[in-house]
């Protein structure tokens, strides 16, 4: 038939998924199999076949309220944080982001809960019985997005919080009619997809932006700030603006904490309490409380009590997202896997830090930024570098990462293979008074992250 991609179809695909073991399974082949064409096995293939899964699924994604969430950095915190205080106001929300940091069901939350394996199974096979029926084939990214909007309406979801994969105007997600889109920053990344210059970038991500629909924009150089509101007022979507409509007035490190004071509108939140002691945090606040106002006003969302807001912040925690355990040592998580984000968190050590003996735990994704990254890493005053391997695919040869490190850093550097021997190595290295920053990929501070809090036990306590 004209417009169908027609293949044949593995074996694996006759069948339904009977565990959570075999979607896992099933999902790397095909990322495999993506790889071997050249095709992005981490973004979007084919938006039609996307749109066209979920029309014969009967469109999932409206049978509940959605916000898009986009962005360089921070969208993966906005989205949880926007999901955080819609759960506040009682209602049941999804949260669908990307990557997880140790479990895989963690990209499709219910009320801030992982989905369950039974029910993410499910899912799967709704989308699989589909391809089955056409023959056709979806990237895992693409799959998972489609199995995530039918898991949140089988949960009868009030609301949807949806992370953008990779740019916005041809990613899967894209499919959604949001009553809110949000873009938190414009910065260079994945740049082979999404564009050279801040413009093109901001093109891309300014693709989720629907007519008459309001859009958050936030902080960006003046040109790509441009090119979003040219994109808004062609459709007529109501524009706020970060330092404008929203803003942090005041940010104060509290230990391994923030507290931060958001101005929304009219309105005044003081003395957010932030469990990270990152700046940038503040700005995720800004933008998930604007989020939530502008859907109050309109009468989507009930109030919440401006003490209860506080306490989603206070309470909630944002894994691998400049989060510190405390012990002997420290240690640093932050899943930083592009170069405007490594150099935030070479800020954090040099300011939280300062003065304590650091060690850089590392492994790199094969990307086009990771000696970008390791450069802006070079910049933290580290006192050493380790790198690993593992765990994530698609690592960067370890040796190659130091041999990389001593171009750019006269910073000792040494390899551990084994990622929980690394862990340890790091650990020794920085001594009882320093502090281990883990990152490089969300995949690696999700393996530590369970490390930090139980190597040593005595020392290693989360606050």
Known sequence: MRGRRTKTCPPSWTVPFSSYAEVTEFLRGVEVDCILRGQPSDGTVSLGAVARCLHELKRPDLAYRSIHVTGTNGKTTVSRMIGALIRATGLTVGVYTSPHVTNFRERI???GEPIGEDEL???????KAFLDVHGLQLAPFEFLTAAAFFAFRAAKVDYAVIEVGIGGRQDATNVIAPELAVITTVEYDHADMLGDTLEQIAGQKAGIIKPFTPVLCGPMPEGPRAVVLSRAAALKA????????YEVTEFIRDGYAGLCTVRVGASTHPQLRLRSPAAFMAANAAHALMAYDVLRKRGLLP????DEIGRVFEKTEWPACCEVLSGTPAVLLDGAHNAPAAMRLATILRT???????VLLVSLARDAQWEQVLRALAGAGADRLIVTGGPQDRAVPPDAIAEQWRTCSSVAAEVVDSTEAAFRRAVQAAGPHGVVAVTGSPQL????RPLAKTFPAQALVQP
């Open 109 to 111: 939350a219910i009320n």
């Open 303 to 306: 109030d919440i009590d401006p």
């Open 352 to 358: 939280t830090f300062e003065g304590r003996r650091s």
């Open 445 to 448: 501070a999700g393996y530590c």
């Open 238 to 245: 109501p524009v706020l603006l970060s330092g404008q409509d």
């Open 121 to 127: 199974v499910d899912a799967c096979n709704h989308v």
